[in-house]
Every structure is written in C-alpha cells, then in structure tokens.
C-alpha cells in the first residue's frame, strides 16, 4: 500500500469522487490536523525545556528517522532521482524555515493565535499564484483577502497597549515561507514521485537543523522532555502521511474547508497544556480569516465549475 502511495506522482494520485471515499478522506484530513495541533503544542511546551533550534532538530530528527523506516531508497529504488534537485532543496528549505519561525513564534504567542495567522497561507497563494503560476486573480479574491488581513489585525491589534509583538511579524514570515512551500510542491506535483518529495523535506529538514545543534545542545535529562522531543516529529510523520492518504480519497476541494477545524484542537491545546483563554479579538479575527478563506475557496471552485 505505501509503496503504490508514495512511489506515485503527486498529481496523478487518484481522488475517488464517491461520498464514502470522501468520508473517508475528510476523516484522514481532520485526522491529520489533529496531528499537527499536537505538534505545535508539544513544540511550544519543550521550547520552555530546551532551546528553540534543539526542538526544531528534534522534530526532525524523529520524523527522518521514522519516515526512514518506510520511504527509504531501500524499499523504493530511485527515491533520491529528482528531476528539480535544486527545487527540491529550495522547497524544503522554506519548510524548514516556517518551522523554526513557527516554534519561535510558539515560545511567545498562544497557540490560537499563531494559527490563526496561519491561516493566512491561502490568502498568500492567492497573491502569489499569479506572478508565480500564472493563476491571476480577480477583485472578488482581492476584497476577500483584504477581508482576511482585517481579521489577522484584530488577532494582532496594532496600537493597543504596547503595539504589535514583534513575534507576530515572526508568524507571519512563518505562514509566508509555508506559502511559498505549497506553491512550489504543487509545481514539483508533475516531476517527482510523492516519496521522493517526502523524503527530501525530511532529509534536508535533518540536515539544517543539526548544523547549529552543537552551539545550543542542551542535554536533556527529564524523560518527559525526551518522550516530547520524539512525539513531536512522530506527530509530524504521522499528520504527512495522513495529508497524503486523504488526498488519496477526496478533492482537494472537498478537504480544505475542514482545515479550519484546526483552530478549535489549537484552543484545546492551548486551555488544557497552557491556561490560555482565547481573547474576544483573537476569536473574532479568526471568525473573520475563516470566513474569507472560505469565501476564496468558493470563488476558486465556482470559477472550475465544481459548483
């Protein structure tokens, strides 16, 4: 099963377009966001254990590590041929990069909040699909993602009290590199298999983080924060592999409404590890970016006719 999963194009995957097929895709894709939430709070805890790069190595230690025990050139001969090396690198690297500004981010903000932001990356690809892809957009799109931004304000809420936290810009460079990561996956989607895609976000990944490990190792000793180091790149494993199967059994389309049940794992996670409340104007701008992402998804299925 994995093997016909991962040695697969990333855009010749099969969606079946049956409703059980579907029900089990929009299962794999709430399942997978369950994961990533899990992540993102068991990364924000260690950051208060460890220092920020050692737990960004950490997530990528164990993901690689695992992710080696399934898509390995072993079990998949020709996973290291890629037809876009450099691009590859490239768009692993920005993966690598919203990562570590996300965990820095994480230290500071509540995890409600950096989601939210998050939440941005559609707004982002929107602008950039079209200098990039070819993929204009029109003033409808435009109105909704100047919507969207208004709803990220409110979460920041520039000119209240001390201004804007300088980790907010964090985030949002954060969820801009993660932009420009799905952009160039959907790009490499014609030219390499989905395994050999996977294992050059987790290789490089591995590779950028262990450079400045030895300037910031801090030897862990609580069994805790060790199990935590492993769970987080099990998590992310696990959520990657999630993603995949459920665009295996449902559109793209049909999958990216759920995204936004994200938020309500974040706030979860962020009352029952961290205490933290979410504010009337973080929840009020994540309405907001909600609603405009939606709408965008909307026009974007109306315009190809999946409406």
Not at 85 to 113: E, K, M
Request: hydrophobic share 55%.
């Amino acid at each position: 099963m994995f093997k016909r999963i991962f040695a697969a194009p990333l855009d010749t995957l099969p969606a079946a377009h049956d409703p059980r097929a579907r029900m089990i895709g929009i299962g794999l894709i709430c399942a997978a966001l369950v994961c990533f939430a899990c992540l993102d709070t068991i990364a924000k805890w260690l950051t208060n254990h460890l220092p920020t790069l050692e737990v960004v190595w950490a997530r990528y230690a164990s993901h690689f590590f695992l992710s080696m025990l399934i898509v390995n050139p072993w079990t998949l001969p020709g996973l290291l041929s890629t037809k876009k090396p450099w691009l590859q690198i490239g768009r692993s690297t920005l993966l690598f990069a919203s990562t570590a500004l996300n965990f820095v981010a994480l230290h500071y903000l509540q995890l409600d909040q950096t989601a939210t932001i998050a939440f941005t990356a559609p707004f982002f690809i929107a602008l950039l699909a079209g200098p990039l892809l070819g993929e204009w957009i029109h003033w409808r799109r435009w109105t909704a993602i100047i919507v969207g931004f208004c709803g990220v304000l409110l979460v920041m809420r520039p000119g209240a009290g001390e201004g804007i936290h300088p980790v907010f810009i964090l985030s949002l460079l954060s969820t801009l590199c993660y932009a420009f990561y799905n952009l160039s996956t959907r790009f490499l989607a014609g030219y390499d298999t989905t395994g050999t895609t996977m294992f050059y976000t987790a290789l490089v990944g591995f590779i950028a983080a262990s450079i400045p490990l030895p300037y910031v190792w801090s030897a862990p000793t609580d069994p805790l924060v060790i199990a935590g180091m492993l769970a987080v790149g099990t998590f992310g494993f696990v959520g990657h592999l999630f993603l995949v199967l459920a665009h295996r059994y449902a559109p793209a389309a049909v999958l990216a409404p759920f995204t936004y049940t994200q938020i309500v794992w974040y706030v979860a996670g962020g009352f029952l590890v961290f205490g933290d409340v979410p504010t009337s104007y973080t929840l009020a701008g994540a309405a907001v970016v909600i609603a405009s992402g939606l709408y965008l998804l909307y026009r974007e299925r109306k315009v190809k006719g999946e409406l």
